[in-house]
């Protein structure tokens, strides 16, 4: 008898679809916060607040 299982594990096509089609790929990123900042990050609009400001920033200048 055969004891393969035919389900589970890894496939083309996989996993989670992103929200909106055709959407940019993410990457998910860690910083640590102290809970009053966390707070006010909630607050100010959280991820998608975080993203505006650094697509809105300048690139630094680099020093050679």
Known sequence: MD?????GGAR???GR???VVGAPATSPVTI???DAQKEKLQRLGGAPWV???IDKAKEPQLKE
Do not use: A, C, F, V
């Open 3 to 7: 004891t393969r299982k035919s389900h």
């Open 12 to 14: 083309e096509g996989g």
């Open 17 to 19: 679809k992103p929200k």
């Open 32 to 34: 640590k916060l102290s």
């Open 51 to 53: 993203r505006e400001k």
